[in-house]
């Protein structure tokens, strides 16, 4: 059975992961783990739908405002999009912990797979982490309780 859909701005969307491939590739360049704890903490706090998450702040109160994006409306389930900053927040987690630990070659992959994959979400709109969530609902796994919005 479907879940109900509602409706998410997917240039919020798009703008969380502008400024997790932005970050994280300052992050690299300077080479910062405190910038990939950054962007871990703030995809953590993404991913808990909280009203203070950094990127969703930074999207509500410099970028709509600004005139730098418009909102697009469509009808999207949130729990799949909020799995892959989960996912995300774990990734770059990890690799904060590997690169305060000296593991950077580990710390930098995981940053990197990130980036990537943030990149296919940016430009091709294609969300592994949500495919992921999916496939899980499709299995009867508990708590991947949205199925996919059928038009």
């Known amino acids: 059975m479907a879940t109900p859909s509602r409706k998410i701005d997917q240039n919020a969307l798009k703008s969380g992961q502008a400024l997790t491939i932005g970050l994280l590739l300052f992050a690299f360049i300077i080479d910062s783990w405190l910038l990939v ?3 871990a903490i703030s995809q953590l706090a993404g991913a808990a739908a909280l ?3 950094p990127f969703r702040l930074i ?3 410099i970028l709509k405002p600004g005139g730098l ?3 697009r409306i469509l009808s999207d389930n949130p729990e799949p999009h909020r ?3 989960l996912v995300g927040a774990v990734f770059n987690g990890t690799a904060t912990l590997a690169l305060v630990s000296g593991t950077a070659v580990l710390g930098w992959t995981l940053v990197w797979i990130v980036i990537i994959l943030a ?3 940016f430009w091709l709109n294609f969300c592994l982490g949500c ?13 991947f309780s949205a199925a996919p ?3």
């Open 59 to 61: 999207h509500q109160l």
């Open 119 to 121: 990149n296919l979400n």
């Open 149 to 151: 919005i059928q038009d």
């Open 51 to 53: 009203p203070v998450a």
């Open 69 to 71: 994006v418009r909102p």
């Open 83 to 85: 799995f892959a900053m």
């Open 37 to 39: 704890a950054f962007v």
């Open 131 to 143: 495919w992921v969530y999916y496939q899980l609902n499709r299995l009867g796994v508990p708590g």
